[in-house]
Every structure is written in structure tokens, then in C-alpha cells.
């Protein structure tokens, strides 16, 4: 079965830093999304992604993030500024044209802020 | 706003038992239900789901019945294996597309021999 990439697996930065993740979709994927995990909490939406523009994002997503699908193949989230409440697993999942619903996610980057 | 709550873990239980996790949910309109998994070192992936009250997803021998009178969802296996280990996750969905997905904070399973 097809896969969606992520990496790095582990990022480890220091406050304040920039930060970019980096998310391979499966190829005929049409809606892309970033997650989070903060340990020992729920997964949180952050941002949809679809047709090169967001659809809907969720409070967490400030001015301090930002997402773009540059080549139509890698779907990056950015964190300009980085805080460490930002210390989570982040991860990129993508659904297909159909009414399916189903979400494909990657294995996650665990991001430790320092 | 939606929102799903599912008990916490984690939760052990040894080989051949029954396992239940309760999930129930918060909507505004007619959401689909759906139970993703985690095993160690994945992502998360699609174990059932279930789209209008009273269908019952299933899979790999675990079942959830969408009970829209108490807003439930809750995930049953009658026979735990040691590879079902992992962490459960509870979702839903208000429709396809660009909809987002909103998710319970993980329910983690351990089975032993």
C-alpha cells in the first residue's frame, strides 16, 4: 500500500529557531493535512490544505506557522519562531478524491524544542 | 464544537480477553465514526468506521456499533492477541474533502501471554 513519508523522524531544536517539517503525500492525494500530539494529549487538528490554499485551520495555527506544497510532491509545515509548548509529535496524513473520509497519516516527527 | 472522549489508558489485558474501549462523541450535525490505530513506530491508520446510527464497522475481529441515542462508539475485540498491542484512537468526521478529522486523546493496549 502507498505510504505518506515524513521527516525528519526526530527534530530536536532550540527556542526560537526556525523548524520545517517535511511530508511526502501519496501521489494522487488531493487534501493534505498537519496534526499534532502533545504527550499524553489528544490529537489536534491544525491546518487543512487543499487545491494550494488552506481550507480550514484551527486556533493553534497562528502567524507563526505556515504550509505550502511548493512542487506538488512535498507538503511542509514551517515554524518560524519556535516555543516550547511546540514540543510534539507532528503528523502529516492525506485523503484522496472520494467521499471515503479516510485519512492516510505518515509516522509522525517528533519535535523536541529546547 | 466536536469532540470525542475515550477512556484513558493505558489498559492490559492478557491474551484471549475481551476488550472494550468506550468512546463517546460531541457533534452538531451527523458525523461518521471511525476507530484508527497506532502501532509502535507508525502512523496512525484507519482500523473501522461507520457512517449513519446503527452501522456496525468491523475489522481484523474488532467491532464498534454507532449508537446515536448515547452518542457512542465504543471499540470491542471478544479475543485480544498479543499483536493487537498498541494505541486505539476514537474519531470523527463531519464529511469528506477538506474536512478535518477530530480525534480522542489515544487509548494504549497491552496484551500479554
Known amino acids: 500500500e502507498p505510504e505518506v513519508t515524513q521527516t525528519p523522524s526526530h527534530q530536536v531544536t532550540q527556542m526560537g529557531q526556525e523548524v520545517i517539517l517535511r511530508c511526502v503525500p501519496i501521489s494522487n492525494h488531493l487534501y493534505f493535512y498537519w496534526y499534532r500530539q502533545i504527550l499524553g494529549q489528544k490529537v489536534e487538528f491544525l491546518v487543512s490544505?487543499?487545491?494550494?490554499?488552506?481550507?480550514?485551520k484551527s486556533e493553534i495555527f497562528d502567524d507563526q506557522f505556515s504550509v505550502e506544497r511548493p512542487d506538488g510532491s512535498n507538503f511542509t509545515l514551517k515554524i518560524r519562531s519556535t516555543k516550547l509548548e511546540d514540543s510534539a509529535m507532528y503528523f502529516c496524513?492525506?485523503?484522496?478524491?472520494?467521499?471515503?473520509?479516510?485519512?492516510?497519516f505518515g509516522s509522525g516527527t517528533q519535535l523536541s524544542v529546547l | 464544537g466536536d469532540s470525542v472522549t475515550q477512556m484513558e489508558g493505558p489498559v492490559t489485558l492478557s491474551e484471549e480477553a475481551f476488550l472494550t474501549i468506550n468512546c463517546t462523541y460531541t457533534a452538531t450535525g451527523y458525523p461518521s465514526l471511525f476507530w484508527y490505530v497506532q502501532y509502535p513506530g507508525e502512523g496512525l491508520q484507519l482500523l473501522l468506521k461507520?457512517?449513519?446510527?446503527?452501522d456496525k464497522g468491523s475489522n481484523k475481529g474488532f467491532e464498534a456499533t454507532y449508537r446515536k441515542e448515547t452518542t457512542s462508539f465504543h471499540l470491542e475485540k471478544g479475543s485480544v492477541q498479543v499483536s493487537d498491542s498498541a494505541v486505539y484512537f476514537c474519531?470523527?468526521?463531519?464529511?469528506?474533502?477538506?474536512?478535518?478529522?477530530?480525534f480522542g486523546t489515544g487509548t494504549k493496549l497491552q496484551v500479554i501471554p
Open positions: 461507520a457512517t449513519k446510527a446503527d
Open positions: 474519531a470523527l468526521s463531519e464529511g469528506g474533502g477538506y474536512q478535518k478529522v477530530t
Open positions: 496524513a492525506g485523503r484522496d478524491r472520494g467521499e471515503s473520509e479516510k485519512l492516510f
Open positions: 490544505f487543499y487545491n494550494n490554499e488552506i481550507s480550514e
